[in-house]
């Protein structure tokens, strides 16, 4: 496929592909109860006219098989929303699309993800007699709790998956720009849940209970203390605690109080190294306390996305001579994803497309209620994901 043609393709759908995000952010679903979401999908892919495999859950692939014999490759969106409200207005204004299920809202951009997804299966698909081998397509559940993701492995393992190529929005970076390449894109992540432990009772005598409540307060003081000086300054692992609860009334003593939060990290080593100092500083100051810890949840949840560099090479190679200019360099995330766990399946890259636009009111935060995206940059994140397609299949 020459270029002017793969562009030609691309701008010819920009239209479904706006309107297929709109629809989807109208209309967001939580992990692992993408039950609508994965029947629009479904119906979408049944329309371009190609096999569909579901597995446990709500996630799926399907298959775009060339019928001739070459390279195998897969291409991966995610499919869930978050519990949260979203604002009706962006940084600038208005939304143009604005959730009806309350509570939920796609506020990371999945939706984007999966109208590109859809978009590029329309393209190749009708390229099919210009390409070899397969291309799966993979639409992950569950990407924000990790639901999705040992199911879609396990059942993608056996089909000699050579590449695998995924995008995601980012906020940060100017619209329509792309970074693909090699080496560490993603944190990987530390699920930090504990409970500190005391005796309950009445709060008009103190003196008679344990007040956990008091023990955690100094628990979080010497977390800081040890952030700042027990962990190596050059191997940056971020500590980001999110949730403290305790109590129901104002004159009874709580049993125990809850902390929650994570981790995230590029060093496996300092990893390993800040749970130990982490467990050993909740452990002992809340002993000290007269308080028992339990930090038995506190564990390594996923690893680093690292893309490989024959796959990114590739990608990079494309975008470079399809896109002149949109491509930058040295963009580095400090969130986690699932996708780092397809490296165990095949070498893979993991492509941020920037839509951050001050013109239009996107730049907010992922997972802010003010997020929103440039819709005139996800053309960009089609032409780059089937020019890999393309480019990959015929080397």
């Not at 020459?2 to 995000?21: I, P």
């Not at 990114?312 to 699932?338: C, F, Q, R, T």
Request: net charge negative; aromatic share 8%; with cysteine.
């Amino acid at each position: 496929m020459e270029n002017k043609a793969l562009l030609d393709s691309v701008f010819a759908l920009e239209g479904y592909l706006k309107q297929t995000r709109g629809y989807l952010h109208l209309h967001p679903e939580v992990s692992a109860k993408e039950f609508e979401t994965t029947k629009f999908l479904q119906e979408e892919v049944a329309k371009i006219g190609l096999p569909i495999t579901l597995i446990k859950g709500t996630g799926f692939y399907a298959l775009l098989d060339t019928g001739k014999p070459g390279k195998t490759i897969a291409l991966r969106t995610d499919i869930d929303a978050l519990p949260m409200e979203e604002s009706p207005n962006n940084l600038k204004g208005p939304k143009q699309w604005v959730s009806l299920n309350k509570g939920v809202s796609h506020t990371c951009g999945h939706d984007g993800h999966m109208a590109m997804m859809l978009s590029t299966m329309k393209i190749l698909a009708a390229a099919k007699n210009q390409l070899t081998g397969k291309i799966y397509f993979l639409f992950e559940e569950g990407e924000e709790i990790g639901s999705g993701i040992q199911a879609m492995l396990d059942s993608i393992k056996d089909l000699g998956i050579d590449a695998i190529y995924g995008t995601h929005v980012t906020s940060f970076m100017p619209s329509g720009k792309l970074c693909l390449e090699e080496g560490p894109k993603m944190a990987g992540a530390v699920v930090v849940e504990f409970d500190i432990k005391g005796k309950g009772g009445h709060g008009s005598r103190p003196d008679f209970s344990i007040n956990p409540i008091f023990a955690t307060a100094q628990v979080l003081s010497g977390i800081t203390s040890a952030w700042s000086n027990r962990l190596n300054v050059e191997e940056t692992v971020t500590l980001g605690l999110t949730q403290i609860h305790a109590g129901t009334v104002n004159n009874i003593i709580p049993e125990s109080c809850f902390v929650g939060g994570s981790l995230r990290y590029y060093n496996r080593k300092e990893a390993e190294h800040a749970i130990e100092v982490l467990k050993n500083t909740i452990i002992n100051t809340a002993k000290a306390h007269y308080c028992e810890a339990d930090v038995e949840r506190i564990k390594l949840a996923t690893v680093p996305v690292i893309n490989d560099p024959k796959v990114s090479a590739i990608a990079v190679k494309g975008v470079n001579d399809l896109l002149p200019g949109h491509v930058i360099s040295g963009v580095k995330w400090y969130a986690s994803e699932s996708f780092s766990r397809y490296a165990t399946i095949a070498p893979s890259c993991f492509a941020f497309l920037g839509v951050g636009n001050a013109e239009v009111g996107s730049g907010a935060e992922h997972h802010n209620i003010c997020f929103d995206l440039d819709e005139d940059a996800l053309k960009y994140g089609v032409a780059a994901t089937v020019k890999f397609a393309v480019d990959y299949l015929n080397s």
